[in-house]
């Protein structure tokens, strides 16, 4: 039976995946930070040697985006440091490696989606070292995926919907950006996708190495999705706030963010067969169950 290291599982994607899995989670480990601490070599070192993975699966990241300007080096232990042991040790293990990335690794000034091969140039500290994990990764183990996914969303953590639900409790209205453009990304949807990459090998066994971009179907700026929030959670018996479009020079954040953060999924559907459902359709889930657990 293949053994399966999963890193962060504790966040968003690593949630959704210990759902998708239920009770069949024979092979798939998901270690606590006593036992595998992304901020110890050695921890990872001594982890890896007693759990004597098949395939490591780092879900893990610091995700903070406007905290990780007042905290580089923290951000760069998580995202830059760890996968680069991660990617180092798996390789000399002959195993391979899957890493999720983020679209923040673009500058965002493209008039259409990004593709896998365009050029990135991250604006933020969070992007810069989600972009030097990318590189080490590669540079370490020829045998890795590297799939970057947007807009996360689900039930779990803090995440543009669950705040979107929040403030609507106390706020009759609230100002939400829209001149920033990107594909809302459900976390099981996600975890689903790398299930998908972990099944499916080439001729001789293995993953089917390289960069993809997953993320759903369509584009939304943030009040986009907003209003879809609201209007699913009015569905569902929950709050219904307005949303007032507002620009981003209008709500300054610490850390500048991409305008365009579109990707563009055609690589990962043809190597993986991988296609993923609507934005729309993927958000009304997560917030009926959000509204559901308010009105439990």
Known sequence: MKRILVTGGA?????????????????????????????????MISGLREFRPDLVLNLAAYTAVDCAEDE??????????????????TARLGVPIIHVSTDYVFSGELERPYREDDET???????????????????ANPAH??????????????????????LAVDRGVLRVIDDQIGGPTSADDLAQALLTIMDRKNSDGDIIPGIFHFSNQGEASW????????SAAEAGGGVNAKIERISSAEYPTKARRPRNSRLKTQKISRYY????????????PIVKALVKGVNA
């Open 11 to 43: 966040g968003q994607v690593g949630q959704a995946l210990a759902g998708k899995l239920g009770d069949q989670r024979d092979g798939f480990l998901f270690p606590s930070r006593a036992d595998f601490d992304l901020l110890s070599e050695a921890s």
């Open 145 to 166: 995926v590297i799939l970057r996914a947007s807009w996360i969303v689900s039930p779990y953590r803090t995440n543009f919907v669950k705040t979107i639900l929040r």
């Open 72 to 89: 580089p080096e923290l951000c760069a232990a998580i995202n830059t440091t760890a996968p680069a042991i991660l990617a180092r040790e």
């Open 273 to 284: 067969a991988v296609i993923a459902q609507d934005w729309h359709d993927a958000i009304n």
């Open 223 to 230: 009040a986009d999705l907003a209003e879809a929030v609201m």
């Open 121 to 139: 140039g991250p604006i933020n500290v969070y992007g810069r070292t989600k972009l030097n994990g990318e590189r080490a990764i590669a540079a």
